[in-house]
T-cell receptor, first 112, second 115 residues
């Protein structure tokens, strides 16, 4: 059974710092992996999608990497800003469908 | 404007009540989903509809009853719920059930409290 773990559960950093969020999954036979952002009391916004054949994706200050063999993904946020404060969720699917298995998220707070 | 609108945003109901959550997507998508998000637990997929046909029921109790009258609307009918059903219910939509290269869009959720 696929399980997704995100560490740390919560993180506080000063503004301007570069940071890394971690995601690990137990079954390496994934189809793709997505990183999402969730603001308090709101829905999820897709940030980056990595197909199983890819090793990384970039969007602005965000870079997500994927190492299938070790069951790991990282989300790198450069030059963090207070507006980046949110919960970041990682999700994987093994079936090529939207039947995603989600982690419990990392709650990020960027201090001004 | 997320393109996926959920109503109501907040709902308090007793265990004997019957209520419904509504979701509408304005993106022209063919697949719609209900997810449940409880405190301290990962997001759980409940139901999937693809072209109005239910393609997934993730062992959800029968006190939750989905309805998809067309590709733009999705309902979740609630009856005789339990306090442990209190959670954030998220609706989502995507161009198709195949996630390859497609983005999934979420609504802002309906906060449900069962008393």
């Amino acid at each position: 059974k696929q399980e997704v773990t995100q560490i740390p559960a919560a993180l506080s950093v000063p503004e301007g710092e570069n940071l890394v969020l971690n995601c690990s999954f137990t079954d390496s036979a994934i189809y793709n992996l997505q990183w999402f952002r969730q603001d308090p009391g709101k829905g999820l916004t897709s940030l980056l999608l990595i197909q199983s054949s890819q090793r990384e994706q970039t969007s602005g200050r965000l870079n997500a990497s994927l190492d299938k063999s070790s069951g790991r993904s990282t989300l790198y946020i450069a030059a963090s800003q207070p507006g980046d404060s949110a919960t970041y969720l990682c999700a994987v699917t093994t079936s090529g469908t939207y039947k995603y298995i989600f982690g419990t998220g990392t709650r990020l707070k960027v201090l001004a | 404007e997320t393109g996926v609108t959920q109503t109501p945003r907040h709902l308090v109901m007793g265990m004997t009540n019957k209520k419904s959550l509504k979701c509408e997507q304005h993106l022209g998508h063919n697949a719609m989903y209900w997810y449940k998000q409880s405190a301290k637990k990962p997001l759980e997929l409940m139901f999937v509809y693809n072209f109005k046909e239910q393609t997934e029921n993730n062992s959800v109790p029968s006190r939750f009853s989905p309805e998809c009258p067309n590709s733009s609307h999705l309902f979740l009918h609630l009856h005789t719920l339990q306090p442990e059903d209190s959670a954030l219910y998220l609706c989502a939509s995507s161009q198709g059930w195949d996630s390859s290269g497609n983005t999934i869009y979420f609504g802002e959720g309906s906060w449900l409290t069962v008393v």
